[in-house]
Nanobody, 121 residues
Framework: QVQVVESGGGLVQPGGSLRLSCAASGTVFSINAMNWYRQAPGKQRELVATITTSSSTNYADSVKGRFTISRDNAKNTVYLQMNSLKPEDTAVYYC???????????????WGQGTQVTVSS
């Protein structure tokens, strides 16, 4: 049994900051790549940021210079620090982690339930 849970969303004014957290729990053996996605109303889900096991990162052009993804392997947690937030950042943010479960050879993707981020005056 593995659970992936996001937290940290909320309402913030333009120019403000939020830090999202995504924690995996349960029978986790190892976690490979971890990703943040977002989906705004009426739009397709898009990849926002990726971090590998070696902490190599990639970002969507729309968030480069404003968002930072990081991970704490000891806590099985990935973070998304969001600064200089814009109204167009408003979306439900989802965490996806490729996780190997204890006792099984192959890993699989696990999704969190999503956390709402609203940027508005």
């Amino acid at each position: 049994q593995v659970q992936v849970v996001e937290s940290g969303g909320g309402l913030v004014q333009p120019g403000g900051s939020l830090r999202l957290s995504c924690a995996a729990s349960g029978t986790v053996f190892s976690i490979n790549a971890m990703n943040w996605y977002r989906q705004a109303p009426g739009k397709q889900r898009e990849l926002v940021a990726t971090i590998t096991t070696s902490s190599s990162t990639n970002y969507a052009d729309s968030v480069k210079g404003r968002f930072t993804i990081s991970r704490d392997n000891a806590k099985n947690t990935v973070y998304l620090q969001m600064n200089s937030l814009k109204p167009e950042d408003t979306a439900v943010y989802y965490c996806k982690a490729h996780i190997r479960v204890l006792g099984l050879r192959d890993g699989q993707d696990y999704w969190g339930q999503g956390t709402q981020v609203t940027v508005s005056s």
